[in-house]
């Protein structure tokens, strides 16, 4: 009774993982001004909240990057940030938003990493939040 229990168990988690997965949304990250920092960005739906992963290629070590969602396109960005993000640290960064991931998909916004706190106004990488059909 105990195995048949554990393999129930472990088949649910299995499950409600594959579906967590399932509604993700992956943002290409791009690099910008020649920083050749590129990487992605993974939106994962938590209910009414979004878990934002920022994974940075080339990022500089021990240096924390501001990161942002704006609304807008990299192209053309509000410069007011709509959700502040953690820092990227070495190249990560987690933080969990206060808004459901169909909020974030519904209007035109884009996540932005910025060299320094010092430098803000140098944008190092840039995508566009767009669910990918």
């Not at 990057?65 to 990227?88: M, N, R, T």
Request: hydrophobic content about 45%; charged content about 20%; aromatic content about 2%.
């Amino acid at each position: 009774m105990s195995r048949l229990f554990m393999v129930v168990l472990l088949a649910s988690v299995s499950a409600h993982a594959a579906l967590v997965l399932d509604n993700s949304v992956t943002i290409r990250l791009e690099a910008q001004n020649n920083s050749g920092q590129s990487g992605s960005a993974t939106l994962v739906p938590e209910g009414d909240k979004t878990r934002v992963v920022i994974e940075l290629l080339n990022a500089p070590a021990g240096v924390a990057q501001p990161a942002h969602i704006h609304s807008g396109s990299c192209d053309k960005l509000d410069k007011a940030p709509k959700w502040p993000l953690e820092e990227v640290k070495n190249g990560r960064s987690v933080t969990v938003v206060a808004a459901s991931i169909d909020t974030l998909l519904k209007d035109t916004s884009a996540i932005n990493i910025h060299k320094s706190a010092a430098d803000i106004q140098t944008y190092v990488s840039c995508g566009n939040i767009v669910r990918v059909m």
